[in-house]
């Protein structure tokens, strides 16, 4: 299978700061990736659709503003928390999409928690 | 709108067999997916299905029946370490985008 590697695993950072996660695949090129958050017990929120070289399409309810999200490169999008808050506090997990067609899967990196105190 | 529906808790014991069921109800369809996730890992693929009937893979197995809007993730010969959670998901027309079911949380029991 392809891997997906999501860095840093978790991060713990004081209120109003930004935190910075990044998604790389590393033995394939992905022009589409995902951002979802997920709560404690609870199924993958998608949060946006990342587009290597255009902007990211935010689901509702996303402040596209406190989400920014880059996708420079046919192997790397970042996710950048900005003025992190306590309840940005969560599990974040990427997932890039690899193949066309009916044999196109989705391969998810690890997954970041981020604790905002 | 999109719709995805599993069990919530599931609870078996160890070297049986359990079926966790998903039906789904979305603007388009192309592919249901299954993926297992322990508790603070990311999603592992399991399965996909984009015609009707079963696909099996070792332990595991999967069946689609795209007319009933159903599928099912058929896990045999139960281990402990098969306790996670159970996703379904179902990808669109356009491949855009992938919906997930809410999960079923699978606990394996001695």
């Known amino acids: 299978g392809a891997v997906v590697s999501q860095h840093p695993s978790w991060v713990i950072c004081k209120s109003g700061t930004s935190v910075k996660i990044e998604c790389r695949s590393l033995d394939f090129q992905a022009t589409t990736m995902f951002w979802y958050r997920q709560f404690p017990k609870q199924s993958l929120m998608l949060m946006a659709t990342?587009?290597?070289?255009?902007?990211?399409?935010?689901e509702q309810g996303v402040e596209k503003d406190k989400f920014l999200i880059n996708h420079a490169s046919l192997t790397l999008s970042t996710l950048t928390v900005t003025s992190a808050h306590p309840e940005d506090s969560s599990f974040y997990i990427c997932?890039?999409?690899?193949?066309?067609?009916?044999?196109?899967?989705?391969?998810f990196g690890s997954g970041t928690q981020l604790s905002v105190l | 709108g999109q719709n995805i529906d599993q069990p919530t808790e599931m609870t078996a014991t160890e070297g049986a067999i359990v079926q966790i069921n998903c039906t789904y109800q979305t603007s388009g369809f192309n592919g249901l997916f299954w993926y297992q996730q322990h508790a603070g890992e990311a999603p592992t693929f399991l399965s996909y299905n984009v015609l009707d009937g079963l696909e099996e893979k070792g332990r595991f197995s999967s069946f689609l029946s795209r007319s009933k809007g159903y599928s099912y993730l058929l896990l045999k010969e139960l281990q402990m370490k098969d306790s996670a959670s159970y996703l379904c998901a179902v990808r669109d027309n356009y491949g855009q985008n992938f919906v997930f079911g809410p999960g079923t949380r699978l606990s394996v029991l001695p």
């Open positions: 990342s587009n290597e070289g255009s902007k990211a399409t935010y």
């Open positions: 997932s890039a999409r690899k193949g066309t067609g009916e044999g196109e899967k989705l391969f």
